[in-house]
């Protein structure tokens, strides 16, 4: 895998870490505060869609299954993150990296994937909810599901290769927190365009083919909410959707931004704040904007509060 005048270290250095003591310590209060609310907030949606039994359709299965994958997602990085803050030597071993990759980008493709499948589902709601329960049933709500992580993985698996069967001649500091594709795959040798090339290819296939997916599905159900005549039920319609639209903007705004550009775009400072709002703000967000703008979670949420 690696050239023999390049293996004499194969640990990485991750250098994005602030020197001085007391700014160590407030990232790391900072994070370890945005962590808890992570898992509060996911496991606070997890809960309410376990105990309250009007909640147990497809759309709140998906929900919960989106949930579950962005703790882990999150639990990927930031616990390495807070551990490696303290550290005196900011150093992450080539087979962590290489693990914490590949299961970094494989959860955040089946996230990707995941709302896609959420737009499906509103989707055949709107557009067929005279069929909607005989089309989505809990056997292909659960075959969806497991297509959404295979295919994230498998993705992860091509893209972890392309980028880990390369030399590493070029350094070993990586300028950001943790292992992401465009850092490491910077420090890479002897990479041609059919690698660079296999690199974007992935993340289209991860990010641009889902967001497709989406955006055909919210053309049907913009055309099945345009026939509705009814007011009332033209905004309920409309309010089922207006979460999972939120959740998309934010998702697909920040990993569009990341991985579909060229890799001699790759910009440290600014990436390293972009990975801050995906890997943290987003998982922070989704539950409250799921809790905020959908009535059945907060009369969910009120119900379990009042017990």
Not at 102 to 109: D, P, Y
Not at 202 to 231: G, K
Request: include cysteine.
């Amino acid at each position: 895998m690696l050239k023999e005048n390049c293996t004499a270290r194969l640990d990485f250095l991750l250098v994005a870490f602030p020197n001085q003591p007391e700014h160590q310590t407030s990232l790391f209060l900072g994070i370890c505060l945005v962590y808890i609310s992570i898992i509060a907030g996911n496991l606070l949606i997890l809960i309410v869609i376990w105990v309250d039994a009007h909640l147990c359709t497809p759309m709140y299965f998906f929900l919960g299954t989106l949930s579950v994958v962005e703790l882990c997602y999150t639990s990927t990085i930031i616990p390495q993150i807070l551990e490696t803050t303290l550290q005196e030597e900011k150093s992450i071993s080539f087979q962590s990296c290489c693990t914490q990759m590949f299961l970094f980008i494989g959860l955040g493709s089946c996230d990707c994937f995941l709302l896609a499948i959420m737009a499906y589902d509103r989707c055949m709601a709107i557009c067929k909810p005279l069929r909607y329960t005989l089309i989505m049933t809990q056997q292909l709500c659960v075959q969806l599901v497991a297509t959404s992580v295979l295919s994230g993985f498998m993705i992860s698996l091509i893209l972890v290769w392309l980028v880990f069967h390369l030399p590493f001649c070029e350094g070993h500091d990586i300028e950001h927190f943790f292992c992401d594709v465009p850092p490491v795959f910077q420090l890479t040798s002897n990479k041609t365009k059919l690698e660079e090339v296999g690199v974007f290819l992935t993340a289209i296939v991860a990010i641009v083919v889902p967001f497709v997916l989406i955006c055909i599905s919210y053309l049907f159900i913009a055309v099945a909410v345009l026939r509705i005549h009814s007011v009332e039920s033209r905004q309920k319609a409309v309010s089922t959707c207006s979460s999972h639209l939120t959740v998309v903007a934010l998702q697909y705004g920040c990993c569009s931004f990341m991985y579909l550009r060229p890799s001699s775009s790759f910009s440290p400072m600014q990436d390293q704040i972009l990975s801050m709002v995906y890997t943290l703000g987003t998982p922070l967000l989704n539950p409250i904007i799921y809790s905020l703008r959908n009535r059945e979670v907060k009369s969910a949420l009120r119900k379990l509060v009042s017990y």
